[in-house]
Nanobody
Framework: VQLQASGGGLVQAGGSLRLSCVGSGRTSSTYAMGWFRQAPGKEREFAAAINWSGGSTYYADSVKGRFTISRDNAKNTVFLQMNSLKPEDTAVYYC????????????????????WGRGTQVTVSS
């Protein structure tokens, strides 16, 4: 599976962006998919994930209530709608497919990722 992310850009604090990630090659519609992000000087961190059917979604506490993940399996595409953006959301956002999702209390782990896309830069100005 090849993943192509798009939709990043520069936005003012409080604004919105919508990221898209299109999967090609072997169908991605049977995989869990999600988004990670990496800010300058920091480790890559989980942001959001969605199961293969789209029936279950998972979020990091830092984005819960502001970001919404969704998918269109007919188009092999996953979306991340980002609202009420903050400067601390500035990062390179990476699309992921495959792997496992584990929920332990309020902590979501999305790991053993099978496929990564190239990142798309999101910059939020104050």
């Amino acid at each position: 599976v090849q993943l192509q992310a798009s939709g990043g850009g520069l936005v003012q604090a409080g604004g919105s962006l919508r990221l898209s990630c299109v999967g090609s090659g072997r169908t991605s519609s049977t995989y869990a998919m999600g988004w990670f992000r990496q800010a300058p000087g920091k480790e890559r961190e989980f942001a959001a994930a969605i199961n293969w059917s789209g029936g279950s979604t998972y979020y990091a506490d830092s984005v819960k209530g502001r970001f919404t993940i969704s998918r269109d399996n007919a188009k092999n595409t996953v979306f991340l709608q980002m609202n009420s953006l903050k400067p601390e959301d500035t990062a390179v956002y990476y699309c992921a497919a495959g792997g496992r999702i584990l929920v332990n209390g309020n902590v979501v782990q999305y790991y053993d990722i099978d496929f990564w896309g190239r990142g798309t830069q999101v910059t939020v100005s104050s």
